[in-house]
Nanobody
Framework: QVQLVESGGGLVQPGGSLRLSCAAS????????MGWYCQAPGKQRELVASITSTGTTNYADSVKGRFTISRDNAKNTVYLQMNSLKPEDTAVYYCNAEVKARGWFTYYHYWGQGTQVTVSS
């Protein structure tokens, strides 16, 4: 089995910064894309940022220039550096990874449990 464990959420004032981490563990053979999604109350889950195994990144327009996604392939970990946070960034942030587990022939998407980010004064 594969598990994704997130950390780093919390309460921050507008203009502040947070760094989210997500570590994948278990019977992992390889990981393709990893990403972060957010879901605000009453809204659908949406992509924030993603990164391929070779480092190609993609960002939602709303976070370009403020958020940076990165990964450490040796640690099976993805990060999201969040700067210049705004109240509208408030949401539960979920980690996603496209993983090929040992004994399987294809990739499956796995999700973390989510971490709350609240931006408020």
């Amino acid at each position: 089995q594969v598990q994704l464990v997130e950390s780093g959420g919390g309460l921050v004032q507008p203009g502040g910064s947070l760094r989210l981490s997500c570590a994948a563990s278990g019977s992992i053979l390889s990981i393709a894309a990893m990403g972060w999604y957010c879901q605000a109350p009453g809204k659908q889950r949406e992509l924030v940022a993603s990164i391929t195994s070779t480092g190609t990144t993609n960002y939602a327009d709303s976070v370009k220039g403020r958020f940076t996604i990165s990964r450490d392939n040796a640690k099976n970990t993805v990060y999201l550096q969040m700067n210049s946070l705004k109240p509208e960034d408030t949401a539960v942030y979920y980690c996603n990874a496209e993983v090929k587990a040992r004994g399987w022939f294809t990739y499956y998407h796995y999700w973390g449990q989510g971490t709350q980010v609240t931006v408020s004064s």
